[in-house]
């Protein structure tokens, strides 16, 4: 009962913007044409690998409209004013933990993003650019849970970022830092296999890839389901860093007496 309250709220609390998210949501559907346009020079004189010409568009387009689930939540889930207001205190002796109230909310954002962001814009490439379409209809519920997994895991590092700032007051910083790192090893901008060997490498030891570029591999159908429980461990893995990262905070403030 207490999911459904409090990611109703936030869901409701973003319909009251809705003229502003309806032009964020064009404005990143032409933004997203940009990136495809610039492959589709690209592919002129490229064979653009396994891809295609059709597929790398497709595959950029995808992303675009996955990016509002995956990364389209509150930076630091609002803990960094908490900590500047002094709520955070507050926040800490409710009889829900921190971390799970956080997490309720923000699903309610993510749903909201989800209906009024990444689904126009789907339907726009549908129309626009021929976004390529599974043929096998499990692929949506693959893709589905992919993409689950990935807002979970981008929640989890927003909400550690966000108690950053108790140590640090100010944690926008290491916001914009996991954005720059996101769209480098996420695959966002460019398949993560034409990277450099030890980037690549590099790359697939963090989370990043489970964010957008196995989800839309899997949405392509050109790799299966495997890379799922590997995601799922690092949703157990970020659970674990964040309640941890809690009880620290916790005990912080017990002891300076917030």
């Not at 064009?26 to 940009?34: E, R, T």
């Not at 990016?67 to 609002?78: A, C, D, Q, S, Y």
């Not at 157990?236 to 300076?256: G, N």
Request: charged share 10%; hydrophobic share 50%.
């Amino acid at each position: 009962m207490l999911f459904w309250v409090l990611a109703r709220k936030a869901y409701l609390q973003n319909l009251q913007y809705r003229g502003a998210h309806t032009m964020k949501m064009i404005a990143s559907a032409v933004i997203g044409y940009i990136y495809a346009s610039i492959w589709i020079g690209i592919g002129q004189s490229h064979p653009l690998g396994a891809y295609g010409l059709q597929g790398m568009v497709s595959y950029i387009a995808f992303n675009q409209a996955a990016l509002w689930v995956v990364n389209g939540m509150n930076g630091g889930l609002g803990l960094e004013q908490s900590v500047r207001t002094g709520q955070l205190a507050v926040e800490l002796t409710r009889p829900v933990h921190l971390y799970v109230s956080l997490m309720y909310r923000e699903w309610g954002n993510i749903g909201y993003q989800f209906l009024y962001k990444t689904i126009p814009i789907f339907i726009i490439y549908v129309v626009t650019v021929s976004l390529r379409l599974p043929v096998n209809g499990w692929t949506y519920l693959w893709t589905a849970v992919a993409l689950s997994f990935a807002a979970y895991i981008m929640l989890a590092i927003n909400y550690l970022i966000g108690l950053a700032a108790v140590w640090t007051t100010e944690s926008r910083w290491l916001g914009w830092l996991n954005f720059a790192v996101f769209t480098l090893l996420s695959g966002f901008f460019i398949p993560l296999e034409w990277l450099p060997d030890r980037l690549r490498t590099l790359t697939y030891l963090t989370p990043y890839p489970y964010l957008q570029y196995h989800p839309t591999r899997i949405f392509l159908e050109m790799d299966d389901p495997s890379s799922l429980p590997a995601a799922l461990l690092w949703c157990i893995v970020f659970t674990m860093l964040c309640l941890a990262a809690t009880s620290a905070v916790r005990r912080k403030i017990e002891i300076q007496g917030g």
